[in-house]
Structure formats: C-alpha cells, structure tokens
C-alpha cells in the first residue's frame, strides 16, 4: 500500500490515465481489505492531504480521485466476500471517514470558487468525490430512485452542521452556473443528493424550510436564465432535481417558500415544453 502511494506521488502527474486509475483501485482494495489489519490503513484522509498539500495541481488531481475512487469502492461489495464483512467495513468507513472526507471536498471546492479562476478539472474531480460522498449507502438499503417508493437519503446525524449551512446549495448553484458540462451536471447531480436528506436530519423547521427555501430559489435563477439547460446531462439532472422536490417536500412547505407562484409558473412551463 505503501508502495502505491509513493508511486502515484512521486510518478503520478506523469503517468498515462489508465495506469493512474488502475493504481487507484489497487490502493482502494488494499485499504478495504486491511481495514482492520492495520490503523494505519484508516489514515486514508492524511494520506490525500499530502498530495492537496504538494502545492500542485497535478497531485491535488491525484489525491481527490484517490478518495473517489475508496468511497466507491467502499461503497461496492467485494466479489466472493461475505455481505455482512463488506457492510462491517462499510460502516466503520463511514463512520470514521467518510464526513472527513466530505468536508475536505467542500472546503477545497470553497476554497477554488475563491479564486479568481479555477482549474476545471480539480472542480470537477471535486464534484465527483462530493456525490461519490452523497451516494453512499448509508444504511445498507441499497437505495434505489428506479423504483417507485423513492425515500431518503439516510446521512448521519454528525452531517447536520454542514447540510444546513445554505452556503453549500448556493455554492452549488454557483459552480453549476459558471462551469460547463460534465462539470456542471456533476453540481447539478450533488443538488439532487442533497435535497433526499431525511427530514429529521434537521435541527427544526426552520431550518429545513430555509433548507427548501435554497434549492427553490436555486431553481428559479436556473429557470429564468435557462443556464445550461441545452445540455442534455443538466437538463436530466434537472429534472430529477425537480422531481425529488416534490417527493421529499410537502405541498404545504413548498408554498410556504415566498418566490413559489413565480416558480410553479415556470414549473408549469417547464414540464410543457419538456414533453413536447
């Protein structure tokens, strides 16, 4: 595992795709499948620092497809391996890194809308460690919104602190505006995430409702300036983002919102167009 990490740091940026990916899962199993053999393979978040840390936007690449490409594996039960050892694992993953993990994706991402011009691909590795994040089966329930019954994402209680700070919707909504696809589905895609929260992940109604009252208004630009709706992935994104809106929000809370009869018009609109 060791040996991995010093290959992708030392020759990494300069290696092709492929190699550089098959080292990711290779490092990913490793971490898996020792979880409990060593501590020092649960140290996976001080292990990506030192490539954000290099000061290069090549390793900063690096470390966050490392994380993304863990999560998901984490994320996937190993062929020929008990349910019940993947589900431990996953648990203890989730519980020990996963918001460390998050938050150091929403930090970065902070840090890049910053900055006067920001490397599109770290945004959008970024964006693909966030919903790699936001995707995860937190529960073991497999959730699936094929199905009829579409629930809710079950994320833990620890998460509350920076799913209601509004700041991360409207910085999604800002990505999404000033960035083009695949970038921008990938925005698109982490709002849809976060608007299947469970509804007791909130401290009260209030701020569940200034929660609902974000992503409504969110929509609204988007629907006035039609930004980025030519593209057929944000447009998909877009109406799913919709359509867990109405799914997860009672009719009542959502007329509550002080822009809805401006936003059920374009609603209306929308859904017109769209099937014709």
Known sequence: RSFVLDALFNKGPTMEAWVVTKLNMLFARLT???????????????????????????????????????????????????????????????DLVLLKIFQLAVRSLTHLQSLPQSPPVLVEALLSLSVACLSFDFVGTCFDESGEDMGSIQIPSN??????????IKMLIEIYTQQVSPTSSLAMECLVRIASVRRSLFTGEQQRQAFLSQLVHGTLTIFMTQQGLSDHENYHNFCRLLGRLKTNYQLNEIVAVDCYAEWINFVAQFTIQSLR
Do not use: C
């Open 32 to 94: 898996k499948l020792g979880w409990y053999e060593d501590d020092r393979n649960q140290d996976v978040v001080e292990d990506a620092m030192k490539f954000v840390d290099a000061g290069t936007p090549a390793h900063s690449h690096l470390g966050y497809q490392m994380l993304t490409t863990l999560v998901t594996d984490m994320n996937t039960p190993t062929k020929n391996r008990a349910l019940s050892d993947h589900r431990k694992t996953a648990i203890s993953f989730r």
């Open 159 to 168: 998460w509350r602190p920076l799913l209601e700070a509004t700041s991360l």
